[in-house]
């Protein structure tokens, strides 16, 4: 018994730092926004899910009591992606402005409306079940960045836009919390972590075969309207 809340206090809290580390990953790409005063066509919508995907996360732990680390890294997660958000909104261009704020308010309306429907429409155990696969439908949207990042990779040879360390910091985060959720029998909290570990293995892999690659394809220009 004693090493079983062990393991589960040790994977939880390795998970929490390691996803606390993915959370300030996007420092640097900001502090290039913030020299530049441009967003350089940076897109705004990973921040924007991640936001609204950490604000799923806090209403499940909520409702499913007991799961502190989970309210702790999340709302680390909402802190983060809000201020990401709000650098963005400063230096992008009026048309990216309007885009982001109509995309926040359509996510807080999608958000508001989940919360309010399993309030009123389902109770105790069954809210926690549908809530709780609901977040991992939402950790799958977050892949889609990483997915077009290993495309890109896949297509120029070039692991620039994929650095190994952040891949394996994603990938043990990813294992680490998939252990806590076993641990705990809390099975959203493990399976939703299974893609995010096999993104991060097959990340790794390409980076090991395209390390070493000097070709860079360049994208083809585009035409002037």
Known sequence: M???HGLTLASGILGTIFSFMVYLAPIRTFHKVYKRKSTEGFPSLPYVVELFTSMLWIYYAILKRGALLLIIINSV??????????????YASKK???QVVLLVLLIALGYGLMVILTLFLAKG?????VVG???PVFNLIVLADPLCIMRKVIRTKS???MPFPLSF???IGAVMWFFHGLLLKNYHLAFSNVPGFIVGIVQMGLYIVYKNSKEILQEPPKLEK
Do not use: D, M
């Open 2 to 4: 004693a090493l079983h």
């Open 77 to 90: 997660g909402c802190v983060t992606e809000t201020l990401y958000i709000a650098l963005f909104l400063f």
């Open 96 to 98: 990216s402005k309007i």
């Open 125 to 129: 155990q069954k809210r926690i079940q």
């Open 133 to 135: 696969w609901i977040c």
């Open 159 to 161: 692991v620039e836009f």
């Open 169 to 171: 910091v994603q990938t």
